[in-house]
Nanobody, 127 residues
Framework: QVQLLESGGGVVQAGGSLRLSCSVS????????IIWFRQAPGKERVGVSC????????YYVDSVKGRFTISTDNAKTTIYLQMNNLTPEDTAVYYC????????????????????WGKGTLVTVSP
């Protein structure tokens, strides 16, 4: 059974940085995409970034473009989300999710139904 486990959340001041990790454990997923979602208090969960192990494509929503960077380790079993220049608007629970069909990352993939979810990690950005 494949599991996703997020880590790296915490409290940071505005302008600071955090790096989130999503560890993939269990059986090999093959080619898949990892999408980072976030859910701010009182708001819907939204996708913010994606990386595909199928074609190494990445995607970012406009609100994080230029500040967040998604990457994987060489084994492609840990996916990172480097978050720089954080603002209070980035405060949310961050989830990683896997889409296990071969696909390139784009805005549409963020709207697909995900096959696996992690339990989330809380990021709090203070003013």
């Amino acid at each position: 059974q494949v599991q996703l486990l997020e880590s790296g959340g915490g409290v940071v001041q505005a302008g600071g940085s955090l790096r989130l990790s999503c560890s993939v454990s269990g059986r090999t997923l093959g080619r898949y995409s990892i999408i980072w979602f976030r859910q701010a208090p009182g708001k819907e969960r939204v996708g913010v970034s994606c990386i595909s192990t199928y074609d190494d494509s990445t995607y970012y929503v406009d609100s994080v473009k230029g500040r967040f960077t998604i990457s994987t380790d060489n084994a492609k079993t840990t996916i990172y989300l480097q978050m720089n220049n954080l603002t209070p608007e980035d405060t949310a629970v961050y989830y990683c999710a896997a889409y296990t069909v071969q696909a390139a990352c784009n805005k549409w993939l963020l709207t697909y139904g995900m096959d696996l979810w992690g339990k989330g990690t809380l990021v709090t950005v203070s003013p």
